[in-house]
Structures are given as C-alpha cells and as structure tokens.
C-alpha cells in the first residue's frame, strides 16, 4: 500500500511552503513519525514526519520547489523493501519536471499573476535574474492573444480551492508607476521568503478590511507604581515584569467586554470568537513574527509575562511552532525601546482589530488633589486601535479603547 505525503497547513494564513531539504532520500526506510523532509514558510520553518512506516519510492518536489497546501510531497511504500529501486525521472514526465522548475523560478505572487491571467508559467522565459520569471513577463504574457500564447505542455492540474488574496494587478487609472532607472551606488535587496508573504499579507489586509484608527492619550502612573513594586520579586522568579503583559491583561478584559472586537468576518456573517487568544508581534533578525498566547484571558499578570517571554525568546531564536503562530484572535504591536510617539498598525487578518503602542515618556500632565488641579510629571502612553469597520462600530471601538486605557489609569490589577 502506498501513502501519500501532502503539504500540511502550517498555520491558519499559511497556503503554501518551500522545501529546505529532504532528510531522507529515495529508497531509504523510514519509520512513522519519522522526520522526513524539512519545510520552510513564512511563520517557521518545519519537520514534516512519515505518516506511516515504509520505504519513501518517490520524492515529487524538490529542494526550493513551493508546494501549495495538500499538494503530494512524496509517496511511501508500506510493503516496499529499503533499497529499493526509485522511479526513473522520465516516469515522472518532463512536462511535469519543467514545470517544477519554473515555479522554483518565480515568487508566489508572480506565480498567483500567472494562474490569475491564466499563463503557463512553465513556458516562460524569465528575464530576472537567474532567469526567475518576473511580474512583467506574466503580464507581457498574458497581453499576447490567446493564439500567440505557447501551447501548454500538458493538461493544469484542477484549481486549488479558492483562498482569499489581494489582486495582483494594480489598480488602473492615469497614473503609471515611473520606471526604475539604476543609479551607481543602488543597492537591489530581494525579498526574502518572509518579506514577500508580510507584504502580500499586508496589501490584502488594506484591501479587504475598511480599517478606521482611534487613538487614545493613557496616563501610565498608577501602573507603573505597581509594576515598580513587584518587578523585584519577579526578577528573582526570573521573570521580566513588562509593561506589555499588563497591556495584555488589560486588554484580554477588554475584549471579553467589547467582543465584536474579538470576532473575524465570513462571506455575510462574522463570528463572536469563543476563545481570546492574542498575537503578540515580535521583531526578528527575519521580519516580524506574531506568536500567540492562547486563552490569554484566563492568565493572570504573572502567566502572562512567563508566556510572553517564552514566545518572544523562542520567536529570535526560531524555535516556534505552527501551533505558536496560529488561531490568534486579536493582535498587539510593541514598538520596542526605540519606538516613537503613537502610529497605526495595519490589521493582521483575520481579525478585525489591532492595538499599536506607543513609547511610554514621562511627560506634564494636570491632575487633581485636594479638588485642585496641579501639574505633575507622570509616565504616558499613547495607543492606537486600528479596527474593522464592516463589523466594529466606531461606539464600540472607543468603548473598548476608553476600558484598556481605564484599567491601566486605575492600576487595576491583582500582581
């Protein structure tokens, strides 16, 4: 009996992966659960294990080849004996092989504009570097008649099923985007597997989602006094007391009252999300990554500041799993120690909010004591909630930004 290895989904937005390396070959024995071919996407790269125990007979994608997710990596044989004979690659079909190495040529974007524009990407002569296929050479493609067009190879395969994307053409109208010109001195950086998915995923978000930002001014003294009294014993726990795992809390409590903003949108309807589960985004040496704290609202301070440097720790050093990353619910971006006054964040989908924080800085404020007002020095923040308004309401967006921003006023918290 033969089993066939298919891609997995590896996380919720993910559709397809690379292959890095192959860590058996044709004809080797393999045992089930068995490590067998690495995987590399855009949240993490990944072992995919055997299935079942056998003999791998045939490898159907090689290393740098993109396969779509539940497209066949490989077939194993339960009945084979190791050492056994692998397919010859004629058996496989040259037309097959041909297109295999095309795609391994081209970006998933150009690779979306080819099947969009219906042209056979495997008949293309790229004029990139390498010879990769470019975004122009599709459209010069499919601007050609039909009859001009090289004859396909062989018969497509039947169409994934569809998956939301944003349109790769760009929008028409007057204006053309001026050619580049090379300048001595020019530096041409190619995105990198995880910049091309951050910037697909992020045009598709501007697309789909009528986003609106609110912002709101948040007097962090209270919080800050809390956070100074217990960081001491939490350090000797070997624990960072951040401010973010309170922003966290306050917003977990938040949502559970506000929960159109804990909710993702379908074709007519949208969903009030039953479980909480938050993206905390963490900037890497490979772009930005959003591991996710599950069940967040049912953590109190000190389960949050664990998990949150647990996920950031193991996001740097890349040891995050697809479950790491996936099923979050509602999102918070920290700008870091080098961050600025307040900025809107654009919503990762798909979720229908995103909560951008600014850089905490003492600043004047007046307040009152004694029924006077005064002018005191007090650490401020500013935050931004970027929100969808197909489901949120700007009402319900305020309430929900006035509730975080009143709770770490309050210093509203059991530490």
């Known amino acids: ?49 055997s299935p079942v125990a056998g003999v791998l007979t045939k490898i159907h994608a090689g290393v740098d080849e993109v396969v779509e997710v539940g497209a066949v990596l490989c ?10 004979e692998p397919a010859a690659p004629e058996e496989r079909g040259t037309a097959e092989a041909a297109t295999a190495s ?30 990769r296929v470019t975004r122009e050479d599709v459209l010069a493609a499919a601007e050609r008649p039909s009859a001009e067009r090289p004859a396909t190879a062989t018969p497509r395969p039947a169409a994934p099923p569809p998956r939301p994307q944003a349109p790769a053409a760009a929008p028409t ?26 910037a697909d995923h992020m045009v598709f978000s ?5 986003d609106v930002v609110t912002f709101a001014e948040c007097d962090m003294f209270r919080t800050a006094k809390l956070r100074d009294a217990h960081k001491g014993a939490y350090k000797k726990e070997g624990l ?4 973010m795992a309170f922003v966290a809390h306050a917003t977990a409590r938040a949502l559970r009252e506000f929960p159109e903003l804990n909710a993702r949108v379908l074709d007519d309807a949208y969903v009030k999300l039953k479980h909480l589960n938050l993206g905390i985004a963490v900037d890497t040496p490979e772009g930005l990554v959003v591991p996710v704290i599950k069940d967040a609202d049912e953590l109190s301070i000190r389960g949050l500041a664990k998990a949150i440097i647990d996920l950031a720790e193991r996001a740097r050093n890349g040891k995050l799993t697809p479950d790491d990353l996936s099923n979050k619910t509602f999102t918070i971006s920290n700008p870091g120690r080098r961050g600025n ?17 600014g850089t905490i800085k003492k600043r004047p404020v007046v307040i009152e004591r004694d029924g006077e007002d005064i002018l005191a020095i007090h650490p401020v923040m500013y935050m931004a909630l970027t929100y969808d308004h197909r489901v949120v309401d700007g009402v319900h967006a305020n309430g929900f930004l006035y509730r975080i921003s009143e709770i770490l006023e309050q210093g509203d918290f059991e530490v």
């Not at 001595?184 to 091309?196: M, N, Q, S």
């Not at 960072?240 to 401010?243: P, R, S």
């Open 240 to 243: 960072n007391l951040t401010f």
């Open 173 to 198: 109208g007057a204006f053309r985007m001026p050619p580049y010109v090379p300048s001595p001195g020019d530096e041409i950086v190619p995105f990198t597997r995880r910049r091309r998915i951050i």
């Open 102 to 131: 095309a795609e391994a040529q081209a970006s998933p974007s150009v690779r979306k504009l080819a099947r969009e524009r219906d042209v056979d990407i495997a008949q293309l002569t790229g004029s990139g570097e390498g010879g």
């Open 341 to 357: 006054l307040v900025g809107g964040a654009i919503i990762s989908q798909p979720n229908v909010g995103i909560l951008r924080l």
């Open 1 to 49: 009996m033969t089993t066939k290895v298919t891609m997995p989904q590896l996380g919720e937005s993910v559709v397809e992966g690379t292959v890095g390396r192959w860590l058996v070959k044709e004809g080797d024995r393999v045992e089930k659960d068995q490590p067998i071919v690495e995987i590399l996407t855009d949240k993490a790269d990944t072992e995919v294990p």
């Open 206 to 210: 501007k697309h789909v989602a009528p």
């Open 75 to 84: 077939e194993v044989d339960e009945n084979a004996s190791a050492g056994a």
